[in-house]
């Protein structure tokens, strides 16, 4: 079980710049999240989803797409870079019971928007 | 809406020193979840535990310890003799059973740096 990948590990991108952050799990767990995690926050929730097919916003979405055609994978997509959005970004899955149990987190990706 | 508070920012200890950190919580849910995540210094988060509304049982695992308190809305984390590779950054999260797909909301983490 790899669990949660995530690719790219880092990525520097010019603003206006769009990117597609990839995130996969072999879990075949339903729910997928999206986090960013600023320098001394704790992390703040993009996007979710439930299932295959159904998505909804977090606490930060705007500046962010997602799309969920299969169970494993989950991707994020930055269509403007701003230097805003320079920060960690972490994919999270969870069994039926979504938050209320574990999230099993990737090894997060480091996005710098110059 | 839910929040939680972890008001330090930063804790430095000696090795073999006890440490607790603090957490406190606010939500209107009957049912919710506690967790705590360690996050040490090569990025990846690590679920730690996780505690229900109802559970006010402290946990104990090896060094680690927990104290559950619903009347002052704290679920705290107490390390035992602390090790220079307990250092790392220490989240404390909430979830509630709102009947909506639940999403955790985190603090803003606690930093500890323990030396030698």
């Known amino acids: 079980n790899a669990g949660v990948t995530q690719t790219p590990k880092f990525r520097i991108l010019k603003i206006g710049q769009s990117m597609t952050l990839q995130c996969t799990q072999d879990m075949n767990h339903n729910y997928m999240y999206w986090y960013r995690q600023d320098p001394g926050m704790g992390l703040k929730l993009i996007y979710y989803?439930?299932?295959?097919?159904?998505?909804d916003k977090g606490e930060v979405p705007n500046g962010y797409n997602v799309s969920r055609s299969t169970t494993e994978d989950f991707p994020l997509r930055l269509e403007l870079a701003a230097p805003s959005q320079t920060s960690v970004y972490f994919c999270?899955?969870?069994?039926?019971?979504?938050?209320?149990?574990?999230?099993?987190f990737g090894p997060g990706t480091r996005l710098t928007v110059l | 809406a839910q929040k939680v508070t972890q008001a330090q920012t930063e804790i430095s200890v000696v090795e073999k020193e006890d440490v607790t950190l603090d957490c406190v919580y606010e939500t209107r849910d009957t049912t919710y979840y506690l967790f705590w995540y360690k996050q040490p210094p090569s990025g990846e988060l690590v679920f730690l535990i996780r505690?229900?509304?109802?559970?006010?049982q402290n946990e104990i695992s090896g060094r680690y310890s927990w104290n559950f308190q619903k009347s002052t809305s704290s679920f705290n984390f107490t390390i035992t003799a602390s090790q220079v590779v307990d250092s790392a950054v220490y989240f404390c999260?909430?979830?509630?059973?709102?009947?909506?797909?639940?999403?955790?909301?985190f603090g803003t983490g606690t930093r500890l740096q323990v030396t030698l």
């Open positions: 999270a899955s969870s069994n039926d019971r979504g938050a209320l149990n574990e999230q099993f």
């Open positions: 989803s439930v299932g295959a097919g159904i998505t």
């Open positions: 999260a909430l979830s509630g059973d709102t009947g909506t797909a639940s999403k955790l909301t």
């Open positions: 505690r229900n509304s109802f559970d006010e």
